[in-house]
């Protein structure tokens, strides 16, 4: 059997998200600030077994379809800037403390108890002076 054949005999199947017919429920409880489980537990009352994962990112694609391209900032790479002129590179504040992650706090850490460790270490001098 050759691809048009085959064409002929079985129709493509056409993935549309069983999420669709609630899009506009959906979107109003999201805007009135329900949670994606929520959301997703109104869905069951509505006999549509979903995951939470699916309502987020049914809403995340939903809200990304809203905000065409022409709506993003203009940011250097964005094909829709509008102009080949480079924008400005905004200014990074250098007085700003950067923020410390909890991996940078835990090496600290051990790296202050290091040094408190080694100071109230017994040095052994064999001239007699400690």
Do not use: C
């Not at 410390?100 to 270490?121: H, Y």
């Amino acid at each position: 059997m050759d691809i048009e054949e085959f064409a002929k005999q079985v129709q493509p199947r056409k993935k549309r998200s069983r999420l669709i017919p609630f899009k506009e429920q959906i979107m109003a409880l999201k805007s009135q600030g329900y949670t994606d489980l929520q959301i997703r537990d109104w869905l069951a009352l509505n006999k549509v077994e979903v995951s939470r994962e699916m309502v987020r990112k049914f809403v995340a694609k939903q809200v990304s379809e809203k905000q065409p391209d022409s709506q993003l900032p203009n940011i250097p790479g964005n094909k829709n800037t509008g102009s080949n002129t480079a924008d400005p590179i905004p200014v990074i504040d250098q007085t700003a403390k950067p923020k410390m992650t909890q991996a940078d706090k835990m090496r600290m850490k051990l790296e202050e108890q290091k040094r408190n460790a080694e100071s109230k270490q017994f040095k052994h001098d064999k001239t007699g002076n400690t």
